[in-house]
């Protein structure tokens, strides 16, 4: 083998053992997290814009946006027990703070439906 052959050599099999690696790391990361979906109404009436944001007991809150028919779709979002805050005008201010509302889910594995009513 000549000498210029041994440096793309050793190139190609340390792009495939990264490829690799890269490829475990994001299955890991698959399986540590959920994809959430569902319907928010206030007083059964769909609300219709805003943000509902997920806050896990650890690491950065995941934020959806609020579509025009009420429903939102959130991905990778950590498993396990989360407080839910819904941000839209015309809903009341406590559902806004984690602190204050009351919505509480558990998130695992896989697809989640989650319709969450709010109330006065």
């Known amino acids: ?3 210029i052959r041994l440096p793309l050599l050793a190139c190609l099999i340390g792009s495939a053992v990264l490829f690799l690696m890269l490829k475990s790391t994001v299955a890991a990361a698959d399986k540590e997290t959920a994809t959430l979906e569902g ?3 206030f007083k059964g009436e769909p609300v ?3 943000k509902v ?5 650890k690491g950065k809150p995941v934020v959806a946006q609020i579509q025009k028919d009420g429903t939102y779709s959130a991905k990778n979002v950590p498993l396990g027990e989360m ?3 819904v941000d839209s005008k015309g809903v009341p201010k406590k ?3 984690s602190k204050t509302s009351s919505l509480k889910i558990e998130v695992v594995h896989g697809k989640n439906n989650f319709d969450l009513e ?3």
């Open 1 to 3: 083998m000549s000498l």
């Open 48 to 50: 219709v814009k805003g």
């Open 118 to 120: 709010l109330t006065e």
């Open 95 to 97: 559902y806004s703070d």
């Open 83 to 85: 407080h839910v805050t």
């Open 53 to 57: 944001t997920f806050h896990p007991n």
């Open 39 to 41: 319907k928010i109404t």
